[in-house]
C-alpha cells in the first residue's frame, strides 16, 4: 500500500504555492530520465550485495515488462470484462473491499467529523465500478459518509459501470478520466483519490505523473493499493489464475495473473516514485 497525505488544507496550499515543487513543470520525459537513473542507482547499490543475497537474482528472474490482456488496446473488450468480473469475485472472496474501506476509514472519518461533510472520493481504474459500489453500499448504512466517483480511461467500462449504478438505483457518477491529466479537474475537487490493484499496470514515470497530478486535485491523499512482487504473491496468483481459466475454459485469466504477479512493485520502488512525483509530501509505503 501507498499513502501520499497532505492532512491540512494551509499546508496543502502553502506546498501548492512553493516556488520549490516545480510541479507543473514535470512531464514524461523528465520524470522517465530521473526515474531510470534513480533505479540503476538502487540496481548497483543491490547488484554489489548480489553475492550475498540470493534473492536479487531470484527478483530478477520474476520481473517482466510484459503486457497484460487488459491493457491491450487490440484485446477484445468482452474478454476484458469478463477478466475483469473474475477479479471481483476474488476481491469479494477474500475480503479485498472491506480491508480497503478500512484503509481509508481514519481520513473518511476525519473529514466528517472535522469538516461536517460527505468526503469526496475518486477512484482511478475503477474499471466496470465493482469497488466503487461496493464501498457506496457496504458505508451507506454505516456512520462514515462518502460522495464517491468512479473512472477509468476505457468508455465501455465507464458506459457498463453507470449503466449497472442507475439499474441498481446507486448515487454513484463514473466518468471517463485520463489518470495522466488528472489537472484537467478542478482543483481542490476530490478529498481522497484511491486505486487498488492498478498501480503495477503502470510504467515508474507514469505513476509519478499520476501522483503529481492527483496533489492539484485532492485536499488530503493519494492512496495506492497493491499486491506486491514476491514468491510467495506470485504462488497465490498463479494458482487463482488457473482455477479462474479453468472456471471459464480461458487461458487469458491464467496469463493476465501470471504478468500482474510478475510486474507488481515493491514497497521501496513505490516509495521511490512518490517521492520523485510529490516531493513535499508525507509518503508511506508498507506491504
Not at 510484459?66 to 477484445?76: G, K, L, M, S, Y
Amino acid at each position: 500500500m501507498l499513502q501520499l497525505t497532505n492532512f491540512y488544507e494551509k499546508c496543502y496550499q502553502d506546498f501548492r504555492q512553493s516556488p520549490q515543487t516545480n510541479i507543473d513543470d514535470l512531464d514524461l520525459e523528465k520524470l522517465k530520465l530521473i526515474s531510470k537513473l534513480l533505479f540503476k542507482e538502487i540496481d548497483q547499490k543491490r547488484s554489489t550485495q548480489a553475492r550475498k543475497n540470493l534473492l536479487y537474482y531470484l527478483d530478477q528472474l520474476i520481473w517482466t515488462d510484459a503486457r497484460e490482456h487488459i491493457d491491450d488496446p487490440q484485446f477484445n473488450v468482452q474478454t476484458k470484462q469478463e477478466i475483469i468480473q473474475g477479479l471481483h469475485l476474488k476481491n469479494n472472496l477474500f475480503g479485498t473491499y472491506n480491508k480497503t474501506i478500512k484503509i481509508l476509514e481514519p481520513l473518511i472519518t476525519q473529514i466528517n467529523e472535522i469538516e461536517k461533510r460527505p468526503a469526496k472520493i475518486l477512484e482511478l481504474g475503477s474499471g466496470t465500478g465493482k469497488l466503487t459500489m461496493a464501498m457506496y453500499e457496504k458505508t451507506k448504512n454505516t456512520s462514515m459518509k462518502i460522495q464517491i466517483t468512479g473512472s477509468d480511461i476505457i468508455p465501455e467500462y465507464v458506459l457498463a459501470a453507470n449503466n449497472e449504478a442507475i439499474s441498481r438505483n446507486l448515487k454513484i457518477d463514473f466518468k471517463v478520466i485520463d489518470a495522466f491529466h488528472l489537472d484537467r479537474l478542478e482543483h481542490n475537487s476530490y478529498d481522497i483519490i484511491f486505486t487498488l490493484h492498478s498501480m503495477h499496470h503502470f510504467l515508474p514515470e507514469q505513476l509519478a505523473m499520476i501522483m503529481s497530478g492527483s496533489q492539484k486535485v485532492t485536499t488530503k491523499a493519494f492512496i495506492g493499493i497493491d499486491g506486491y512482487r514476491g514468491f510467495g504473491n506470485l504462488l497465490f496468483m498463479t494458482i487463482s489464475g488457473i482455477g479462474a481459466s479453468m472456471y471459464n475454459l480461458d487461458t487469458s485469466f491464467f496469463h493476465d495473473s501470471m504478468i500482474s504477479g510478475r510486474k507488481m512493485y515493491s514497497s521501496k520502488q513505490l516509495e521511490i516514485i512518490a517521492k520523485i512525483g510529490c516531493p513535499q509530501s508525507t509518503v508511506v509505503s508498507e506491504n
